[in-house]
């Protein structure tokens, strides 16, 4: 069934994080699955949150996948087997994801993201000086 | 249905990306299936404006 093979010059990360995965060669399955809670809070320490992914509704629902509602038959045909790419520079992977060079059989992939944002209710006293206000006395 | 590919020459320059994340792909190559889901969640609930430490659970 595959019968192209893929040809690049060069594969060059800065970054590979996160369980993330540079895969060179053939493979039979990719299942990638990352979930996050991205915490941004005003303070000026930032300690240990006690949040678990059970608390939000986004970490449960289920996955919404497409039917097929008919049989579809396909057919390849390669006259050319090869796929040419230059030079490639990604400067980061991260959080379960994947880049590969070369065939695969099956690949699923599922990304969950919940973002909180955290400020404090009172109003902070250090004020912001008014640079336009006594002008004149500074010069 | 009758799907029919015929796979001439496939030539590529360089490619430059930023980033690849959350789950995604990127790949040069030939592929049977793929599934791809993602689910991304700030909504105005999601704002917490309060003095308590600890974020409380919200849906």
């Known amino acids: ?139 | 249905m009758e799907f029919n590919v015929t796979n001439h020459q496939l030539c590529v320059g360089d490619i430059k990306i930023t980033g690849v994340a959350s789950s995604a792909l990127f790949l040069i190559g030939d592929v049977q299936t793929v599934q791809l889901s993602s689910a991304f969640d700030t909504p105005p609930e999601s704002l917490i404006i309060g003095p308590f430490v600890p974020v409380s659970p919200e849906g």
Do not use: W
């Open chain 1, 1 to 139: 069934m595959f019968s192209r093979i893929s040809k690049v010059k060069s594969l060059l990360s800065d970054t590979v994080s996160f369980c993330s995965t540079m895969q060179i060669g053939d493979t039979s399955y990719i299942d990638g699955y990352a979930l996050a809670l991205a915490v941004q809070k005003k303070s000026e320490t930032f300690g240990a949150v006690d949040i678990q992914f059970r608390d939000y509704d986004i970490f449960k629902r289920p996955i919404y996948i497409p039917r097929l509602y008919e049989p579809v038959n396909t057919r390849f045909s390669n006259p050319n087997p090869f796929i040419h790419v230059g030079n490639i520079n990604i400067i980061g992977i991260s959080s379960s994801s994947v880049v590969g060079v070369g065939n695969v059989g099956h690949i699923r992939m599922e990304s969950r993201v919940k973002h909180i944002r955290q400020v404090p209710k009172q109003a902070e006293d250090t004020s912001i000086e008014d640079s336009t206000e006594d002008s004149t006395n500074n010069a």
